[in-house]
């Protein structure tokens, strides 16, 4: 395990998410619910947007901010014990997400921003893939859009209205996470218990 100057990760600090999904009566069509689990996604798109930064920055190597990655996705996409069954396939949208977002990232660091189409086409390429219930080439496609992101190219999320509901969608997901956070690397809130 490295010991870098700045963690950007730990596995305290999701499972300050878990907990607080854990004690709220967590309910999908409610706003404030809804606004905890992408809170929840955005922490973690932002840690590795940081990442991300630190790299292109040279502040990290290759190595290190592969091993600062691998660590984050160890964590965040560990099993969470959660009693409650709607609440624990909440939690398993966020963590479907955020592959994605470890995965395009780690590409990114290790071959750049993939070359070969727009983020457009690698999305539209996903849902064909996904669509002829190939999920691995539609997982490869939206994360070589995710390299293009991780460029920051725009990704513009209109896209997702033509696309039908699935694993794609719920990557894709991931990946707009991942162009706020680096649009605007800022703390996301943990708003205080009372």
């Known amino acids: 395990m490295s010991t870098s100057p700045n963690e950007f990760y730990s596995e305290e600090r ?26 929840m996604q955005d922490d973690t798109a932002l840690a590795v947007a940081k990442v991300l ?13 592969l091993e600062e990655l691998d660590e984050m996705r160890a964590i965040v996409l560990d099993d969470v ?5 709607d609440t624990a396939m909440l939690v398993e949208g966020v963590q479907t997400s955020l592959t994605c977002v470890f995965e395009s990232a780690m590409r990114y660091v290790t071959g750049g921003p993939a070359e070969e189409a727009s983020i457009e086409e690698y999305l539209r390429a996903a ?23 991780a460029a920051e190219q725009d990704l513009d999320m209109s896209i997702a209205e033509s696309l039908d509901y699935g694993y794609v969608t719920e990557w894709l997901n991931g990946l707009d996470s991942l162009q706020s956070a680096l649009a605007d690397p800022e703390v996301v809130e943990e708003e205080d218990e009372d």
């Open 14 to 39: 999701w499972q300050n998410w878990v907990e607080r999904i854990r004690d709220t009566e967590v309910d999908p069509e409610d706003e404030d619910s809804a606004r905890l689990l992408l809170n």
């Open 53 to 65: 930064m630190a790299y292109d920055d040279g502040e990290l190597d290759e190595e290190e901010t």
């Open 81 to 85: 014990a959660v009693d409650d069954e």
């Open 127 to 149: 849902a064909d893939a996904e669509a002829e219930e190939d999920l691995d080439a539609a997982f490869g496609y939206v994360a070589q859009a995710g390299t293009l992101v």
